[in-house]
């Protein structure tokens, strides 16, 4: 998996959470987006398989 990299407004959107709200619901907020990531790269990942496959028995 690839490492997740911040921009400079991810950065202080997560500062801004943590003044606000909290330490921890900023460490919660960045939970649910990286998960939310993850989720769709997967996706796309395992869409990608099923196209290989599908290709590989056109061809066959």
């Given at each position: 998996m690839k490492q997740y990299k911040f921009t400079i407004g991810s950065k202080f959107k997560y500062i801004k959470?943590?003044?606000?709200?909290?330490?921890?619901?900023?460490?919660l907020h960045f939970?649910?987006?990286f998960r939310q990531i993850y989720k769709i790269n997967q996706k796309v990942k395992i869409s990608i398989k099923n196209e290989i496959?599908?290709?590989m028995v056109i061809i066959w």
């Open positions: 959470i943590a003044e606000s709200k909290g330490l921890k619901n900023a460490i939970a649910e987006e496959c599908i290709y």
